[in-house]
């Protein structure tokens, strides 16, 4: 991704291996996926995630009705200190892991639904 950021939503065709192919190209890492675009995210699993990397989604959070956090190979709780930015900020989101995130992230923008997602890579 030019600049770590790819405007638009796209859905993701692969991922796996430490990172994910959408929009005609690869991306190694996490990502925070928002309607302004795909965003590279610094994370490699969701206890590393901090408040300082969702400023975007704070900005956005009125755009989007559906928020996806994939949290790795296995569902997991997300850490209080993020709990607590999302109970904070109002931003209601479903956490699961990263594979039903993706397949559930596709089939809510092929529905043109107004989804963002913040997916966890895995191997």
């Given at each position: ?15 796996g291996?430490g990172?994910?192919?959408f929009?005609?190209m ?19 699993t ?26 790795g ?9 993020l709990?607590?930015w ?6 209601h989101?479903?956490?699961m892991?990263?594979?039903a ?5 596709n089939?809510?923008?092929?529905e043109?639904r107004?989804?963002?997602?913040i ?5």
């Open positions: 991704m030019d600049g770590k950021h790819l405007p638009g939503q796209h859905s993701i065709e692969k991922f291996n990172g994910f192919s929009g005609g690869s991306h190694r890492g996490s990502l925070l996926i928002l309607p302004s675009g795909m965003r590279a995210l610094s994370a490699s969701i206890e590393d995630l901090t408040s300082s990397q969702l400023h975007e989604l704070a900005t956005e959070k009125d755009l989007v009705d559906f928020l996806l956090i994939g949290t190979v296995a569902m997991k709780r997300l850490p209080k200190t709990a607590d999302f109970s904070t900020h109002a931003v989101h479903d956490t892991s990263t594979s995130a993706v397949s559930t992230y089939v809510l923008l092929a043109e107004r989804v963002a997602a997916l966890i890579a895995v191997e």
